[in-house]
RNA sequence: GCCCUGGUAGUAUAGCCCGGUUAGUAUACGGGCCUGUCGAGCCCGUGACCCGGGUUCAAAUCCCGGCCAGGGCGCCA
């Protein structure tokens, strides 16, 4: 390897010669030195070159900003700089010139706009600040998968290339399949539920999904990723809204005990949330939105506002950031959620995390009847969903589930301002590059 | 998809309303001075009006279209 040490593992006074390697991130003259800051992942160090040095000298004296660099040294014992380990070197290998200027601000004075930081996102990423945005969010993933997995959950993979959408829906991105016409999957659901009558009992499925929608918000991507979860045997969507809040709070209470400089980082501050959370349901909703001096018709679905304005409330009265939303009315809601038996409502349920809409899910239908029945309700084509609806006749337990956005979930976390910072390369309606 | 705002050196911005100067500033970059610098400091220099059309003697500035960007709504995760 070019090094023997990451920098970030370097200790002052390090017995014997050291390599490292990584990207240069300043360079000073003073004097009788010339001062140069390293950088890889894991950290920075100084690399302290004197005029006296002879050819490590004139190399150092080539250097520019992010050239990549390899380093060998002594590390003092005593740093004088203030970044932390200082070393002095033997040796300095320029591999690999930079360009200069660099086509954004790398020195973080001069902070350049997110789409010339997109444009240039490897670079970008070289920032520590907004490297540390994936840190967070592998580290996000791993506790919720890490407690899906000790709790029975199997993970699969579901298809992305589907013959039709969920809902019918007209946000579905087309692709050409051999002729015919395929979607790129707007969510895993139906796949899921099929994996429920398999008898899998309990799943999750990391992946992508497409929205084909051209929104031009901070808080939507056209492919964003979920951690979509199934399960059965439940008595109601309550066991589902449990099994949601202890993997939101697992995977927060990883990132609070692993990621402390990373947050730090940020200037962060993340608490677990406590559990329970709490839990609107419908139709009292309407009510508090009344009292909040918001009207929303009798079942119709909430608006931004409305989730804005709950968040608000939620927050007031039970210090809480995220809570649930339950029983939404049937009519705006699609053909596979479970009613609640003679009501106008179903067992629907958000998540509502930092005021914005985290995941949707709930009981689903499992009676064959029911879903054919309700299938005719919403005024769909029952061909059309023969491929889903026939499996039903053979023996489906109760079951229910969620899909939870993950990069808004990495975005409600960190306080971002626009959900493209949580994800390396987004993809929205103008931007297919890089 | 609708609505609002914007597009000026590599980056980030001022100027635009009220048309006419060498288009200002910061940072980056090049050169110099100084000094163990750590957002060092000081001096000098290079470098820009998104694209197309229109109005006008004259357009960065006014009008129209396009593309792109930021945001609000819709929709959603």
Redesign the pocket.
């Known amino acids: 390897m070019l090094r023997s040490h990451y920098i970030g593992d370097l200790r002052p006074g390090m017995a014997g010669e050291v390599r490292i390697a990584g990207w240069v991130d300043?360079v000073?003259?003073?004097?009788?030195?010339r001062?140069i800051w390293l950088r890889d992942r894991s950290g920075l160090c100084?690399v302290?070159v004197q005029k006296d040095q002879g050819e490590v000298y004139d190399v150092a004296l080539r250097l520019?900003?992010h050239d990549f660099i390899a380093v060998g040294g002594i590390v003092l014992e005593k740093?004088?700089?203030?970044?932390g380990v200082?070393i002095k070197p033997t040796s300095i290998m320029i591999l690999s010139k930079s360009d200069?200027?660099?086509?954004?601000?790398v020195?973080g004075?001069?902070?350049?706009?997110?789409?010339?930081r997109l444009d240039w996102r490897p670079i970008d990423l070289r920032d520590p600040r907004n490297m540390a945005i994936l840190k967070i969010q592998a580290t996000l993933v791993r506790g919720m998968q890490r407690y899906l997995d000790s709790n029975g959950f199997i993970q699969v993979f579901t298809p992305c290339l589907i013959g039709a959408g969920s809902e019918g829906g007209a946000?579905l991105f087309e692709v050409d399949y051999f002729g015919r016409r395929a979607y790129l999957r707007q969510?895993p659901q139906l796949h899921r539920q099929l994996l429920m009558v398999a008898g899998l009992d309990r799943i999750y499925d990391l992946g992508p999904s497409w929205?084909a929608?051209?929104?031009?918000?901070?808080?939507?991507?056209?492919e964003?990723r979920?951690c979509a979860v199934e399960l059965s045997f439940i008595e109601n969507e309550k066991d589902v809204m449990m099994v949601e809040e202890e993997l939101v709070a697992a995977g927060i209470k990883e990132v609070v005990e692993t990621c402390e400089s990373e947050l730090n980082l940020l200037g962060v501050e993340v608490e677990v949330p406590k559990r329970p959370f709490p839990i609107l349901e419908f139709p009292k909703v309407y009510e508090i939105l009344e009292d909040l001096g918001k009207r929303i018709p009798w079942g119709e679905?909430l608006?931004?506002?409305a989730?804005k304005l709950l968040a608000e409330y939620v927050k007031e009265n039970y210090d809480h950031d995220f809570f649930f939303i339950n029983k939404f009315p049937y009519r705006v809601k699609p053909f596979y959620v479970m009613k609640e038996d003679g009501t106008e409502w179903a067992r629907s349920t958000d998540l509502i995390g930092g005021g914005l809409?985290?995941?949707?899910g709930g009981q689903r239908e499992h009676r064959y009847e029911r879903i054919i029945q309700q299938i005719g309700e919403k005024g769909l084509n029952l061909e059309d969903f023969k491929w889903f609806t026939e499996h039903f006749r053979y023996g489906a337990p109760p079951h229910g589930g969620f899909?939870?956005?993950i990069?808004?979930l990495t975005m409600v976390i960190l306080g971002l301002?626009?959900?493209?910072e949580a994800t390396p390369f987004p993809r929205?309606p103008?931007?297919l590059l890089p």
């Open positions: 300043r000073k003259d003073v004097g009788k030195f001062f100084q302290t520019g900003l740093p004088i700089a203030k970044v200082e200069s200027p660099l086509p954004l601000d020195s004075l001069v902070k350049s706009g997110l789409s010339t946000e969510d929205r929608e051209p929104s031009h918000t901070p808080r939507h991507l056209c964003y979920s679905d608006d931004r506002e989730e809409e985290l995941s949707s899909a939870i956005g990069e808004r301002e626009n959900i493209r929205t103008e931007r």
